[in-house]
């Protein structure tokens, strides 16, 4: 089956909207965070962890399971579900971020058929097309598909970033005419740089070809917040009110405010977890590093009133032992929190929307999270 | 509390006996297996977990925690139960194991005060006297402390030997005389090298100063499977029936096996999380390493018909493409299935101890694990 969004309402004062996302296993609220599971796996937790933080969709990477184990393996599995035991919706990218973080411009060749670029691991010379890149997340099974794109650099000239665009335009409608899979919706993705008028081109053309969702990409590329909040508002004008719209790779909590405001209702991130593993944990102060001194006696949880296991159980001083004795328990304990606090963090929006309260609740969040 | 052993059966063929052990923390039976939690953390486990698998007494380690976050910083924590949240029975070693394995030779003096070492983190000098040993584990508040010892050398002159047993006498006297905890058991440690008669004087003299318990010290130090059985043997002969004897950091399913054969009733190692890191599974056929090639494909669980999580969920492949992968979940659900493995044969022990199937059991078993 085909996602299927439904608008329930819209915030008085901004563009946030509040839905439900209905997928093959089963309904769930948006604005929502997904957790990412690079490699089929939400590093060092379990999916019975996931959904005990109330986690709805997870997110893992094409271009890295391609690699490790191979979709063909994944296939065999049964699909991703079954070989990484999560029966919840699973959403995978593309491949074309990684394509773009992972090689090294000089080790890149994009032509018009696809990516040429180098296996990040082993260095051997790797091929990636539109056409392939659905094929893989059809064999990976996944609930959600991304169309291949090219994410622009920032800065781009707005000559390269027109010829950008256009050819993510084609790629996508050749990853549209090959996608076979009838359980798995696929989304379109929105590029265009940092031009407004390629942009509004790009969602135009994209929505024309009738997607199941769209995502917002090309963003977290170094461009700056001011910078990033304008490419979503630019790209998500000309988005139809009846589909889902994911704003890719951002998961910081100012950010997640910021886009919800503006209208997105999804969000992924590598940062609660690639955080916790560094010994930081989100709080509504701001973040905190347990590796700190002063931390090595305080018998506090992470954050008073957190709802989530290693709050529940566990104090700082306990954490900051582990974190700085390598135990990875310790970096278990902080994704669950960091994870939960941005779950939660989208309940709270979900609620602003419903009480025409957004504004106000953005207010008190920045200024107790930026209060130093 | 002080913790009761209760003798309810012999075994018809051998001297394994079934009991049970009364702690603070409720009552288990024995044999046991108890994993170990260095650094106050079963590694990448929870405590949830651990009674999951049915695991009962947890070993943490006093020298480590000494060292890292201190024993001051545990004590004003609530103690271990508190600090690493789990509410069942804990156990601590001396550190005496420790100054063995983690201090060069060069850099230890053994005097009669205590051992004079380096901290293996920094270098800086320590030194560790029993009375400090009994100190740090009164603070750390555990169910069961262990008397502070010499581990012996393999091979050791009768002469050194002798010298060292008798120190490790004055040693447990001293400690027993500055233990204070009331609701902490205290163990005494026979040791003796590979000596019987050194054996059968420390196991006499220990019992003499009427422990709550007595381990079996100064094996696993490279003496060779059928030294150390012969170790054991001569330990435990002139300790007394109604009290539990505890076999130090043995944990090799055959040395378990022999090890309860001779009347040993707890057992701890750090093996079944250390060869997960490393990307090992018990099996009933013998270990497995997941990094093989030909668990590529293996879509079965580690374990057909084990109880353990790992084996409920997931398969050889997944196993295999975390481990490979360097995904620490991979690592967490090997630790899941090798601890619950160790526990299910210490279930196995005492239902053939209960039903005088010892030595059938024991011929089955090794059977199958070591045939290629």
Redesign the interface.
């Known amino acids: 089956m085909k996602i299927k969004y439904t608008l329930l309402k819209n915030e008085k004062d901004t563009k946030a909207r509040y839905g439900t996302l209905q997928t093959n296993y089963g309904t769930f609220e948006t604005p929502m965070f997904m957790p990412v599971g690079t ?3 939400v ?4 999916p019975e962890e996931l959904k005990e933080m109330h986690s709805a969709v997870v997110l893992s990477n094409t271009y890295h399971l391609w690699l ?2 191979g979709a063909d ?1 994944v296939e ?3 699909g991703l579900h079954t ?3 999560y029966d919840g919706p699973i959403l995978t990218d593309s491949g074309g971020f990684q394509v773009f973080s992972l090689a090294k411009n000089k080790e890149k060749d994009i032509v018009e058929e696809g990516v040429h670029f180098k296996n990040h691991l082993d260095g051997s010379p790797l091929f990636l097309t539109p056409e392939l890149s659905i094929e893989i997340q059809n064999k990976l099974d996944s609930d959600i598909a991304m169309s291949f794109d090219e994410c622009i650099p920032y800065p781009a000239s707005y000559e390269y970033a027109k010829k950008s665009t256009d050819r993510t335009l084609r790629w996508a409608k050749r990853g549209k005419d090959v996608h076979k899979n009838e359980r798995q919706s696929l989304f379109g993705i929105v590029q265009g740089g940092e031009y407004t008028d390629l942009r509004h081109y790009s969602a135009k053309e994209t929505v024309k070809m009738d997607f199941d969702g769209y995502s917002i990409g090309g963003t977290s590329v170094g461009e700056g917040k001011e910078v990033m909040y304008k490419m979503v508002e630019d790209g998500i004008l000309y988005l139809p009110e009846d589909k889902p719209r994911y704003l890719m790779g951002v998961g910081d909590p100012l950010d997640i405010i910021e886009g919800v405001e503006r209208g997105v209702d999804m969000f992924d991130c590598v940062l609660p977890t690639r955080i916790a593993r560094h010994g930081n944990a989100f709080t509504r102060q701001g973040k905190i590093n347990l590796r700190n001194l002063k931390f ?2 305080d ?1 506090t949880p992470l954050e008073e009133g957190c709802d989530c ?1 290693a709050c529940k ?3 700082k ?2 954490i ?3 974190i ?2 390598n ?3 310790g ?2 304990l902080l994704s669950i929190h960091n994870i939960r606090f941005l779950i939660k963090i989208t309940e709270e929006l979900r609620e602003a929307i419903k009480t025409d309260t957004y504004l106000s609740y953005k207010t008190d969040f920045i200024e107790k999270y930026t209060k130093k």
Chains 1, 2 share one sequence.
């Open positions: 490699l089929a796996n590093k060092t937790l379990s490790r184990p393996v065999k599995a049964g070989f990484m035991h090595k006696e018998f296991y159980h566990y104090t001083a306990y900051r032992h582990l700085t004795s135990e990875t328990f970096g278990r």
